[in-house]
Structures are given as C-alpha cells and as structure tokens.
T-cell receptor
C-alpha cells in the first residue's frame, strides 16, 4: 500500500520565521503536487514537480522533489499570516495518493 | 463564473433523507472526481468520470450514487446515509484523464452533517 507521510502534523510559528515541512514515501512517484487548503475552502494547487532533484520557487515558497522521487519538501521563508492553512502533498503514479497534511498556523 | 462550483456549501440531513450535491466546472476539463475529506484522514477518492463515463468507483457504498450528465456537471446523490458519512465532500476536475497527475482544480466543497 502506498502511503505519503507528512511531517510535522501541526506547526505554529511566529510571523517572519522560516519553516520546512516534509512529505515522505517508500514509493516512487512520477510527479508530486503540493496544495494549500484554507478553512472552508477546497485545496488549491501550488506546484507540481516531476523531475528528481527539481526545485521550484513560488515567491517565498521553495519546493524540492527528492532525487529518487520518493519525497519532497516545502520551505517557507519569512512566513506571513496569509500562509496559514493545511498543506497537502499528493503523489501521482498510476493513481493519486494524498498525505494527511501539515496544518500550519502563523502567529502575527 | 470560473473554476469549480459546488452547491450547497453546507448540508444537514437525517439518515432517512435523500439529497444531492452538485458540481459544475467552467474550465473545459474532461475529467471530474468526487473526494471525501474526513478529519485525520487523507483525501479519499470516491468516483472518477472521464468524458462523462465512470472510470473508477473505489468501493464506495451504494448509498452514494454519482451522476455525470455531461463533461461540465457532476452530481452525488445521497440516501440513507450514516453519521460516519459526515465529512467535507470535494469535487475536482482535471484536464485530460490522468487521475489528476497534472493537478486538480477543486471546488470549495460541501460540508455534510448526517444526524
């Protein structure tokens, strides 16, 4: 059974701090997606990474796909209250597998 | 209106009721999906439709009945639900049928409470 483990489950930090959240699996994926979900809304796609070792940047967010395409990380620089939300990773191969998410809260 | 629209946003129903969830996408996508999101669980794929043909049913109980009259509309008909069916039901669409490997566009969801 394919599983995606996300860590930490919860993270609460002060505005302006940096943070990294992780998405790990024992399975290889052809691509990996990161979504952010705000309360009362559906997940919104942030990025898709497809090549092992790939790094993508979206303003203050940096996404990296592991060399072996089994894991990924999301680094946020100088976190803002607007970054608050549930961050989901999803691995795609012959099907899509979602992790349980990291719930991030940025304190003003 | 653009994106994926779901109605209603909130629904409270008794176990003997019949209700329907509606999803509409204005993106020209070919594939549509129903997902269930429960607390402390990963998103669970329920049904997949590609060009309005059902291509996947992940062992969902028959009290959930999907309908896809065309590529832009998707319904989830509900009857005799159980309290454990209370959850956020998300509709999603994607360009092409690759089980969303290129990324999904999700609706805002319907928060369902079964009493």
């Amino acid at each position: 059974t394919q599983l995606l483990e996300q860590s930490p489950q919860f993270l609460s930090i002060q505005e302006g701090e940096n943070l990294t959240v992780y998405c790990n699996s024992s399975s290889v994926f052809s691509s990996l997606q990161w979504y952010r979900q705000e309360p009362g809304e559906g997940p919104v796609l942030l990025v898709t990474v497809v090549t092992g070792g790939e790094v993508k940047k979206l303003k203050r967010l940096t996404f990296q796909f592991g060399d072996a395409r089994k894991d990924s990380s999301l680094h946020i620089t100088a976190a803002q209250p607007g970054d608050t939300g549930l961050y989901l990773c999803a691995g795609a191969d012959d099907k899509i597998i979602f992790g349980k998410g990291t719930r991030l809260h940025i304190l003003p | 209106e653009t994106g994926v629209t779901q109605t209603p946003r909130h629904l409270v129903m008794g176990m003997t009721n019949k209700k329907s969830l509606k999803c509409e996408q204005h993106l020209g996508h070919n594939a549509m999906y129903w997902y269930k999101q429960s607390a402390k669980k990963p998103l669970e794929l329920m049904f997949v439709y590609n060009f309005k043909e059902q291509t996947e049913n992940n062992s969902v109980p028959s009290r959930f009945s999907p309908e896809c009259p065309n590529s832009s509309h998707l319904f989830l008909h509900l009857h005799t639900l159980q309290p454990e069916d209370s959850a956020l039901y998300l509709c999603a669409s994607s360009q092409g049928w690759s089980r969303g490997a290129g990324g999904y566009t999700f609706g805002s969801g319907t928060r369902l409470t079964v009493v």
